[in-house]
């Protein structure tokens, strides 16, 4: 089982900026997805992007679209999800998880960004936005 060390996290004022990241203890991303997904309190987590091993193929939440930006390099291991005009609804608790690609990224071009195919999950970190 790969582990997920996230960090980036922290507290920042509306319209800035922070850079997660997603280090993996696997030597290659190959055939596994990495997914950011989200937790504010007394809600649901929910997903916030998906990447493919490669980063050919990405998927964004509406509500993330035009202002986060996922991204792999796979010579560290590791994935970003940059997070640009940031809002206090996007306050919550960051998880990046790992997932059989094909499970997530259907050969179709169907994007399944679901934190159900996902195995793998990182211990989390904070991001907290102020008004």
């Known amino acids: 089982e790969v582990q997920l060390v996230e960090s980036g996290g922290g507290l920042v004022q509306a319209g800035g900026s922070l850079r997660l990241s997603c280090a993996a203890s696997r030597s290659s991303f190959d055939g596994y997805a990495i997914g950011w997904f989200r937790q504010a309190p007394g809600k649901e987590r929910e997903g916030v992007s998906c990447?493919?091993?490669?980063?050919?193929?990405?998927s964004y939440v509406d509500s993330v679209k035009g202002r986060f930006t996922v991204s792999s390099d796979n010579a560290k291991n590791t994935v970003y999800l940059q997070m640009n005009s940031l809002k206090p609804e996007d306050t919550a608790v960051y998880y990046c998880?790992?997932?059989?690609?094909?499970?997530?990224?259907?050969?179709?071009?169907?994007?399944?960004?679901?934190?159900?195919?996902?195995?793998?999950w990182g211990q989390g970190t904070q991001v907290t936005v102020s008004s």
């Open positions: 990447i493919s091993s490669r980063g050919s193929r990405t």
């Open positions: 998880a790992s997932g059989t690609e094909l499970k997530i990224f259907w050969p179709s071009g169907v994007t399944v960004c679901e934190e159900g195919r996902f195995d793998s």
